[in-house]
């Protein structure tokens, strides 16, 4: 089943976040999101130390930027899971006592999330690389780009919430937005 699931988050979400209230779809949440971020660690943020990237903002502390670029690349999936641990903490905290369908768990929220913010990335993983590639690694080219992926995750954990949990529409919205800007800061902004 896991395996037709991805293709179905991709065609019809919506279908997907009602079967989602059956299913326990954890472990697989998990993996995709270690996948996203260990795949950008090794491709992405490979190529960007290769290539010299520029960054968006100045490396803190005097640290070399070629040194903070390699330790990227060892440190952002774990940090990646942590990352997306906190955002799903966050909503969870938040959007708990709005739930009306059913009760919103930790565990559910991780899925939900785990799953909204992984199909739309796909796309990025090789579009990443080849504009590193081709020296349009920079901030004026790659940040329109993945806000706009950002901006389809939050639309997708919006729906979810609303779809999975019953938290409505206007509350949803609000706590997919949380969980963009969450994702901003400590994914866009700490790591450049």
Same mark, same amino acid.
């Given at each position: 089943?896991?395996?037709?699931?991805?293709? @179905?988050?991709?065609?019809?979400?919506?279908?997907? @976040?009602?079967?989602?209230?059956?299913?326990?779809?954890?472990? &697989?949440?998990?993996?995709?999101?270690?996948?996203?971020?260990?795949?950008?660690?090794?491709?992405? %943020?490979?190529?960007?130390?290769? *290539?010299?990237? #520029? %960054?968006? +903002? #100045?490396?803190?502390?005097?640290?070399? !930027?070629?040194?903070?670029?390699?330790? *990227?690349?060892?440190?952002?999936? !774990?940090?990646? &899971?942590?990352?997306?641990?906190?955002?799903?903490?966050?909503? =969870?905290?938040?959007? *708990?006592? @709005?739930?009306?369908?059913? #009760? %919103?768990?930790?565990?559910?929220?991780?899925?939900?999330?785990?799953?909204?913010?992984?199909?739309?990335?796909?796309?990025?993983?090789?579009?990443?690389?080849? &504009?590193?590639?081709?020296?349009?690694?920079?901030?004026?080219?790659?940040? #329109?780009?993945?806000?706009?992926? +950002?901006?389809? *995750?939050?639309?997708?954990?919006?729906?979810?919430?609303?779809?999975?949990?019953?938290? !409505? =529409?206007?509350?949803?919205?609000? &706590?997919?937005?949380?969980?963009?800007?969450?994702?901003?800061?400590?994914?866009?902004?700490?790591?450049?």
């Amino acid at each position: 089943m896991s395996r037709y699931l991805l293709l @179905f988050f991709l065609l019809q979400p919506a279908g997907l @976040f009602t079967r989602l209230r059956g299913f326990d779809l954890l472990r &697989l949440a998990v993996l995709l999101q270690f996948f996203r971020w260990q795949s950008t660690a090794m491709t992405t %943020m490979v190529s960007m130390y290769q *290539e010299r990237s #520029p %960054m968006l +903002l #100045p490396v803190p502390f005097g640290i070399d !930027p070629d040194l903070y670029r390699l330790f *990227e690349i060892f440190l952002y999936g !774990p940090y990646g &899971l942590l990352i997306m641990t906190g955002i799903v903490y966050l909503v =969870w905290v938040r959007g *708990e006592p @709005f739930a009306a369908i059913r #009760p %919103m768990t930790f565990r559910k929220t991780w899925e939900l999330i785990g799953l909204c913010f992984f199909a739309p990335w796909l796309p990025c993983l090789p579009l990443d690389v080849l &504009l590193v590639k081709m020296g349009w690694g920079g901030p004026e080219v790659i940040i #329109p780009w993945h806000l706009t992926v +950002l901006a389809v *995750e939050v639309f997708l954990t919006a729906l979810g919430l609303h779809a999975v949990f019953g938290i !409505p =529409w206007p509350r949803a919205l609000w &706590l997919g937005c949380v969980a963009g800007a969450a994702f901003l800061v400590f994914a866009g902004v700490l790591i450049r």
